[in-house]
């Protein structure tokens, strides 16, 4: 893994609002499946939705299923690529309520990109939920049910979220920025 050129900037999100707003996902997403939540299927996208999920599925007091999909955007640097499924849908989708979880929605091709194979797998139903939606018309415009926060078009990282492989220990949500300057990257 190569050194980034880059460094954390401004807290966009901070762990206290993180940890406040998790219960109340996790309650949301609970009374909108209604009988439907006893053994819904989790997946987490990784890696970025690593940590927001662990943290998430700790307030759910019901069983669940977790299975993992592993779908990348990014290569190197600050620019999606555009959506991959690496390994293909786990097969315990099958017959299911899914509930996809993810880091970010920008473009929103990712979301969008997951939810139909998801569905082409032969779930019940997909719901998805996101950490971060960026204020962008194409977020905006993606279908995603449940939101934990929407913040400006700023190249973010921290809690799971990275650049390059970087911060994802990071605490807090936060911008970056080129290492010795004050101006945070948008996107």
């Known amino acids: 893994m190569k050194e980034t050129n880059l460094e954390p900037g401004e807290v966009v999100v901070a762990r206290q609002d993180i940890a406040r707003r998790l219960p109340l996902l996790a309650a949301e997403i609970t009374a909108s499946l209604g009988a439907n939540v006893d053994g819904l299927v989790i997946m987490p996208v990784l ?3 690593l940590v927001f999920a ?5 307030c759910f007091p019901q069983r669940l299923r977790i299975d993992l999909i592993t779908a990348r955007s990014y290569g190197v640097g600050t620019h999606s690529q555009g959506p991959k499924l690496e390994g293909g849908v786990p097969e315990g989708v099958k017959g299911r309520h899914v509930l996809i979880v993810d880091d970010i929605v920008d473009s929103g091709r ?3 990109f997951l939810r ?3 569905q082409d797998s032969g779930a019940l139903s997909v ?3 996101v950490l971060l939606r960026k204020q962008l018309p194409e977020a905006m415009a993606t279908p995603c049910e449940f939101v934990g926060f929407e913040v400006p078009d700023l190249f973010v990282a921290g809690y799971g979220l990275d650049c390059d492989g970087w911060f994802r220990n990071l605490p807090d949500v936060v911008a970056l920025r080129p290492r010795g300057e004050t101006k945070n990257i948008v996107r």
């Open 47 to 49: 890696t970025g939705a």
């Open 54 to 58: 662990a943290d998430l599925i700790r």
């Open 110 to 112: 990712t979301i969008a």
């Open 116 to 118: 139909k194979n998801v």
């Open 127 to 129: 719901r998805t939920c």
